[in-house]
């Protein structure tokens, strides 16, 4: 019966034939648990369909899944979340075509924004995804992508046992390989359009007794495609895994040095007359960048807030380890506890004209009655900094047992994260210009530092209860607990802050919901079909950051902090879905099989905060306190549906639909009058999406054809600017090198890979930040085109 249960919950958009259905879950479920063995992995992959873009889990929830192999055909060393955008009520956009740019990343799941949604490693919480991170790092820092096992996607809601403080809107789940049972050596270089060379090296030591370990590194380089910006880092990844029947022991270790070049957004509104395709940077030409500005160091006139900077990037060095152990205490009983570690040093740079809106008078705060082309070099710039730190410690604990039909579990997870954000500026000497790939010194002015400590501590219990066999039913709750303290060793002088703020605020915030439960079922209507319904209730605590974004501590005064603090309530979310799966092989013709999955949902969405631009344009340099408005209740309803039609083992074509509908069900005071947000939609979030992806193997090469629709998307919370829907086309073409195989050379291949295969323009994502009449947005890049030649030696 557990064989039948297992065939029964692999439904879903899967590009494989149902005879693998079984593997494919198997896999997929080993992979949660991180007790898949890569070489049993790769041998069913060798062994298995022609393709996988989505497999269902044995959840109670609507939980997707890409493996590997598929995340790298997209692209390869493409960030795991760049590959969820072919799934169904998934909006994800960015500048280059690896998904790398944080800056000007924008992620919706089912209207839910990316930082509202929980992020995970092997289990290690990410943090909620925020460009200025203060409690994680994006995935591709935390394990290099050719490294990556899978990725899962819980779109309405994760698990209990989830290490999130943001997952309001579902979790992604990504799960690093283990090592291979043979000894190899695995070599991959891609190079490609705009100067792009990825290195990837691997060595596994294959099986020694019960252990095995790998080394791997990555280097990677690319220009930015419409300016000299540089794109690249290096990183390292270990794993060491010990499995025998006592238990198993994995130890892991990232290391990651990473330079990405921002970009600068185009401001969007009824006065700016100059609204250019790119903004692209001065540098490296600091000659064009000097007869750019006026003598006084003012941009062009007619450029209005769409003029150019010198430079901008983002820095970051992340360390990040844990060890975790499986303890076998019986047949039926398992107790996991696992503690890692992490520390962050990064720092956003960004150096532009002094003469811009509002630097000027910011300067004069420091040095009054100064000329302050000189004060800051004689160049007419200033370089800007925003400089990070993350020092976080954390252990998780899952005690699993089954009790006759029972399966219970429960867990904790504790965080002590000491996190800091300091804004400086420094000079940009006419005669010694700087670099954007290298830290500054000796700043001129530090506008204000922030340090909070921040403790999290969440426990969760569950029950899942085998009713009858093909009936199961899931109960359980969580408690979601944060102590964090705020304190600004550095305030901003009187005027150095937008918004007028005298002093940032200090003080202590704790928030604790103990009780938020989950209900859930799986029925196995046939061994074909599965019905599952489940509601859950979730809450994203308050942001920990200081200076900037949706966060407390980032109010215009201290009687704000207060009364923030004595009136606020967290985010939550009630979610409601439920769906149907299905999994058939057919004698029709060519038509050999169907794997199909839909599902719908309604969410209640109370107390939804949102992020007010202090400033009239939204990315503004000068930056300011936030205005952190409660618009009430958010209702949001959508509908996933999404099947693949198989041809045999010669082609198959997934398409999936979704529509979703978010609206804001109240209007919110701005100090001086109503705005009119009640009926309106989330803006950023697409209504309608569609994505299709056709597979075609012929005689061992693989093409596959990719297209990704989005919908019109509105640019403000009054909905009175949107910008137009796009559709997106790429090309994967991949086959073996057997001419190369021999004695040391195993499985050479090759993939090239076209992306905007149509070379189409457009907004690809839009910045919004204002209630009306103005918005930013990043354009489409591009066709680009790489070559990936990999092999294994042994």
Known sequence: MKKQIKAA?????????????????TAVAAMESGAVDAGSEAAAAAAGPMATVEVATRRTRSSVALKGDEIQKILPGTNPLKALQTLPGVSFQTADPWGNNEQNLSLFVHGFSGQQLGYTMDGVPLGDQQYGNYNGLSPQRAVISENVRGVVLSS???????????????????FSSDPLAERNVAVQQTLGSHKTSRTFLRYDSGKIGDASVYVSAMHHEARAWDFHGRQGGDQLNAKFVNDNATGRLTVFFNYSDKIEPNEDSTVHSAT????????????????????????????????????????????????????????????????????YYHYDDGVGVVAGPIGVAGLPALFAVYYPNQNLKQV?????????????RINRTGWLS???????????????WFEKNDSQAYRRWYALDVDNPSSPYDRPENPLITQYGSEIDNKVVQLHLQDEWRVRPGLVLQGGFKSSLQFARGMMPVQPKVGAIAGGSRALP????????????????????????????????NMRQFVTYGGGGASPWSLASQSAFDLFKSTAKPETSVTFEGGLRSSRSFSAGPLTGFDGQVSVYHVNFKDRLLTISPTPVISSIIGGNPVLANVGNVKIDGIDLS????????????????????KYEDNYLNGAATVPTAGKNIPGSPQWMNKFVASLNLGGVEVQLTGDYVGKRYATYTNDLSVSSYFLMGLGVSGKLPFLDGTWVKNARYRLNVTNLADRRGDLNVVVGAADKTYNTFPIAPRQGFLTLMADFR
């Open 376 to 388: 800051f070099g004689n160049s007419g710039y200033a370089t800007r900094t925003t400089e990070y």
């Open 272 to 339: 700016e007359k100059y609204q250019p395709y790119t903004r692209p940077f001065l540098y490296p030409d600091f000659q064009a960048a000097l007869d750019y500005l006026s003598p006084a160091g003012a941009t062009p006139p007619a450029e209005g807030n769409n003029y150019r900077n010198y430079y901008s990037d983002a820095q970051r060095e992340d360390y990040l380890g844990y060890v975790k152990y499986d303890w076998n205490i019986n047949d039926s009983t398992t107790w996991s506890n696992q503690v």
């Open 156 to 174: 309405g809601a994760g698990d209990l046992a989830t290490a999130s403080t943001s997952n309001l809107g579902g979790t992604i789940e990504t």
């Open 9 to 25: 919950m692999v439904a879903s958009l899967a590009l494989a034939p149902l005879a693998m259905a079984q593997q494919v879950a």
């Open 398 to 412: 899952t005690l699993r047992t089954e009790i006759g039909d029972h399966t219970l579990q429960g867990g904790l």
């Open 643 to 662: 099947g693949t039609f198989h041809f045999g083992r010669t082609f198959s074509f997934y398409d999936a639909v979704s529509y979703n509908r978010s």
């Open 506 to 537: 200090e003080g202590d915030i704790d928030t604790k919901k103990w009780f938020l439960p989950q209900l859930g079922a799986r029925w196995d209507i046939t061994a074909s079909d599965q019905a599952f319904v489940n509601v859950q209730k």
